[in-house]
């Protein structure tokens, strides 16, 4: 769960003489600290989706980086930032029209050539071994007002502005139209220029920046920003959640979640958009009580299925509030019918208690 643990495992196996791989996934890899150094470690493998341009100066072992899936097996490899995939020695690779990726390997799950469904541009396209650059995928290529647009292409666009991070753009429905919308991660100035002025203004500004990147069709017209992008607990992009910041609601993003022994624990963002922000109070929102026991139902019957509606509380405390931008912490642990719950923003306490709940007969806890 922790890159310490990691380390903790080197010094074990260097006290008996073995040597030791490391295999992680970007979203791992991203978050490690500069200060936590891998030791005695004679490799560093990233697999599971694209490392971010940067992560690899904070680490002091040299990344490679694997691209593959569970369908494909490993494709190719590299090991520096911009640089070209290699395919592995067994495996043979191809392009159609539609510049789509087609690969032929003893890895994957069909003998026969399988496409990726990735955009790939081939150094040697005659070569079955050639080496290529990546692209993006087949379907973020869409369609708006007859006008086929990379959703790849205008993120890589977004990412010169100073102020963003990260980013993902996304085409959604709304109300029988389509409409292309961005999550954003700021930078740390950003984000606190956001909390302080209007919103409007804020995107308005963003949106003047990209007209000489951007055709004006191609600028996302509705922004959310979070202060990371949400994962699911397989540290994959959880698109459901960045659908949902344009929907009407009121549960906080979840941004992360695991487990530790019987503790489940949460990563939550309050955007200002939630529907329990809106008229409480006004020019000074805050997220209601009753809107944190609705939500911590809805996570407790996710995680319980026995559990089934909420009969009553125990030492309920609000010792806080939550305004919009607040990134809590939450903890729920259960004991036959009762969840425990703690909310912490940093090392304050917002909210504790215990929630009982009727239990499905002939349920085990």
């Not at 891998?38 to 940067?54: F, I, M, Q, R, V």
């Not at 540290?235 to 695991?258: A, C, H, T, Y």
């Not at 319980?304 to 642990?333: M, N, T």
Request: hydrophobic residues 40%; negative net charge.
């Amino acid at each position: 769960i922790y890159p310490e643990y990691v380390v903790q495992l080197q010094q074990r196996f260097a006290e008996i003489h073995l040597s030791n791989y490391v295999i992680s996934s970007p979203a791992l890899l991203k978050r490690w600290p500069s200060d936590v150094l891998l030791e005695h470690c004679a490799a560093l493998y990233s697999s599971g989706g694209k490392l971010e341009d940067g992560v690899r100066a904070s680490i002091n072992v040299p990344i490679i980086e694997i691209f593959g899936s569970s369908e494909t097996g490993g494709i190719a490899h590299r090991a520096a930032d911009h640089a070209v995939w290699q395919p592995f020695a067994d495996v043979e690779v191809r392009s159609d029209e539609q510049q789509q990726l087609w690969m032929r390997s003893p890895h994957a799950c069909d003998a026969d050539w399988v496409a990726t469904g990735d955009r790939i541009e081939l150094l040697e396209p005659n070569n079955l071994q050639s080496a290529f650059h990546l692209l993006g995928r087949m379907d973020r290529i869409v369609k708006l007002e007859e006008k086929r647009l990379s959703l790849d292409e205008i993120e890589s666009k977004i990412l010169q502005l100073e102020a963003i991070n990260q980013c993902h753009v996304l085409l959604i429905e709304r109300e029988q139209r389509q409409l292309l919308v961005c999550v954003a991660v700021l930078n740390d100035t950003a984000r606190q220029t956001l909390q302080q002025q209007n919103k409007h203004q804020f995107v308005t500004q963003l949106k003047q920046q990209l007209q000489p990147l951007l055709e004006r069709i191609a600028i996302p017209r509705q922004w959310r920003f979070l202060s990371q992008l949400p994962v699911n607990s397989q540290s994959k992009l959880n698109k459901s959640d960045l659908i949902k910041l344009f929907q009407e609601g009121s549960q906080p993003v979840i941004l992360s979640r695991q487990q530790q022994d019987e503790q489940h624990i949460f990563q939550l963002e309050f955007p200002p958009e939630l529907a329990c922000f809106k008229g409480h109070f006004p020019n000074f929102p805050i997220y209601p009580g009753v809107g944190q026991i609705a939500f911590l139902q809805h996570f407790v019957r996710e995680l319980w299925a026995d559990l089934r509606w909420c009969q009553g509380f125990e030492q309920l405390k609000f010792q806080d509030l939550i305004r919009p931008y607040h990134v809590l912490q939450l903890s729920l642990s259960r004991k036959q019918h009762k969840v425990s719950f703690e909310l912490k923003f940093a090392d304050k306490n917002i909210a504790s208690g215990r929630l009982l709940f009727a239990v499905e007969e002939n349920a085990t806890s």
